[in-house]
């Protein structure tokens, strides 16, 4: 049921939370789906009796009017309840705030969700020893490590763009050479970005997620432009860095493409200014 083995839920709960994620998919498109805060589970017997289990789903609609959506899941996890006995708190998040927290009202609630709660897999339980875990990594070692493991991405799960999206703005050159012990950091889940050319199934992703969690031995946030709005998407671009074939790759960066742009812009102004002469 987890992406990940910090902790085994018992099968009552895990049917109570997927009871409410089911019901929830049926008008809502719900794009993940974290438990956070405490565990009942993994409380005394006294403690336990009263916790509910905080879970966090994100769903890919915006998120309009936060209280009727509040109260329909809030409803949903009620008739739970009164069926299993297990009492789940739900919490929507417009999939805008999760990706770019500092929109959000409590933009440090959501970013304590991404970096500690535990990830459910939609769709089926995936079987996996974790990889070791490394707390946080440099800029320009993420970069390389995604560069070399595009290859077997686009081999083994037909990936056209591979995308790192930092949330610590480099300093330096992103060139792996440079990177030094001072040079800041990511910390873990990592935003990263594909497209696969269409909408892709859960194999393709689920076998992505894996491929590149092992090759980063982080965790990380897969999207895929096909289930993205097009204005978060374009947000997005503003600070993605594309990971080429090769050497090239670590200079595909944000400001290589703004260049570009500006270039184009400056092309135009050119073309208007021939016009303006013309008699």
């Excluded at 998040?93 to 959000?104: D, G, I, N, Q």
């Amino acid at each position: 049921m987890l992406f990940d083995n910090r902790s085994t839920i018992p099968a009552r709960f895990e049917a109570a939370i997927h009871t409410v994620i089911d019901r929830t998919r049926a008008y809502n498109k719900v794009t993940l789906a974290v438990i956070y805060g405490q565990f009942p589970w993994e409380s005394s017997a006294a403690d336990a009796a009263d916790a509910e289990v905080q879970l966090a789903l994100i769903l890919d609609d915006d998120v309009t009017d936060f209280v009727a959506t509040k109260l329909e899941l809030t409803k949903t996890a009620y008739d739970v309840f009164i069926e299993s006995g297990i009492e789940i708190a739900p919490f929507p998040v417009p999939v805008t705030h999760w990706y770019l927290p500092s929109k959000a009202a409590n933009p440090a609630l959501i970013e304590d969700i991404r970096k500690h709660g535990l990830r459910i897999n939609l769709d089926r339980v995936l079987h996996r020893a974790p990889p070791a875990q490394a707390i946080a990594r440099p800029t320009s070692e993420i970069i390389s490590l995604l560069s070399d493991a595009r290859d077997g991405l686009v081999r083994d799960f037909a990936v056209q763009s591979l995308f790192f999206i930092p949330q610590v703005h480099p300093t330096r050159s992103l060139s792996p050479e440079d990177c030094s012990q001072d040079e800041e950091r990511e910390v873990g889940p990592l935003d990263i970005l594909i497209d696969f050319g269409g909408r892709p199934s859960t194999e393709r992703v689920l076998g992505v997620q894996e491929a590149i969690e092992s090759a980063l031995q982080m965790p990380i946030q897969l999207l895929t432009t096909s289930s993205i709005r097009k204005a978060l998407l374009d947000l997005l671009m503003k600070k993605a860095v594309e990971i080429g074939a090769g050497a090239s790759s670590h200079q595909a960066t944000v400001n290589s493409r703004l260049q570009a742009r500006a270039g184009v812009y400056a092309d135009l102004d050119d073309t208007a200014r021939m016009k303006s002469r013309r008699p």
